[in-house]
C-alpha cells in the first residue's frame, strides 16, 4: 500500500508490509496513526487510516471461514461491486448459470448474491453485492466484509462511487465496460495458474488452481498432505512442446500443463 507518510512513519509502514495477519495490520495502522503528525493537511489521511482499521476489524481475521453466512468454497472468490442497474445479476447469470431477477429496477438485489464460476474445471466463487449507494462504506460493512475477503472487485458502473465506497479495500479491482470474454479475464486477473492431473495410462483427470510460480511440489501438497512423502517422480506434457518428460519436485508448472505423479 501505499500512504504518503512522511519521514518516522516508515517502521509502521514497513510493519503493515510485513504484517502476515489482520491484527498485526491493524497494530502497525495504528502505529500510524498515533505517528501522524495532526492537522488539517492530514486530516484525510488519519480518517483514510482510521477507516481501514475498521475495515479490518470487520474482516475478523479469519480466512477461510464464514462471513455473511457465505462459506468460501473453489479456488477464489470474486465479488461484483457496482451502481445500480449495471449489470451485476445479469453477469452473475451469465457465467454462473444463476436466476438471479434482473430487471430495469434499480436495487433489485436485496443480499449477497453467490454462483459459481466453471472455467475449465476449476472453481471460482462469484458473489453479487447489493448496489453500491452513497454511504455504502460506512452501512454496509457486512457486505464489504465479502469483498475484503475475495481475491478480486469487479466493478461496475458509476467508477468514481465506486472508488469512493470501497477506499481502503485493498483488493485487486477491474472496472469493466463490457461482458466480452468475461471469465477469462477473470481468470487473468487472479493471478493463477490451472493445471490438470492424469492417472497413469489414463486420460486427464481434474484440473487444479496454483499460484502462479507454482512447483510440482504445491500441486503435490494440494492433492493431499503426505502425497509427497510417496513422491518418486512425475510426468508432464505441456502444448505439444514437452511429451511426458520425467521432473521432480522443484519443476515449475505453467498455465495448461499435465501432470502425472508416480508414487510407486
Ligand atoms: N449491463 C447489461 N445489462 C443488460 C444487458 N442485457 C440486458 N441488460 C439489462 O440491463 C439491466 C441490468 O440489470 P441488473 O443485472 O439487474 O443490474 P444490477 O447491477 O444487478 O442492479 P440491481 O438491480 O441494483 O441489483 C437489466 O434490465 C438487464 O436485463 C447487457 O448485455 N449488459
Ligand atoms: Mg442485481
Redesign the pocket.
Known sequence: MSTNLSAGSSSAEEEYSAAKDNKAKIAALKKMISEVPKHKGTEKLIAHLRRRVSLLKEDGGKKGVRKHGIKKEGDARVVLF?T???????LLNKITGKEVA????????QKPEIGMIDYDGVKIQLI?L??VHKGYADKRKGYLSLAWTSELIIV?GDRKLCEEELEGIDIKKIFLKD?KNIKKIIWKNLGLIKVFTKARGKGIGGAMALKKGAKIRDAGNKIHKDFIKDFKFARLWRDGSIPGKIIGLNYKLKEKDIIEFRTD
Open positions: 457496482g445500480p442497474n449495471s449489470g451485476k445479476s445479469f434482473s430487471g430495469p429496477e434499480p436495487f433489485e438485489t453479487e447489493p448496489s461496475l461482458f
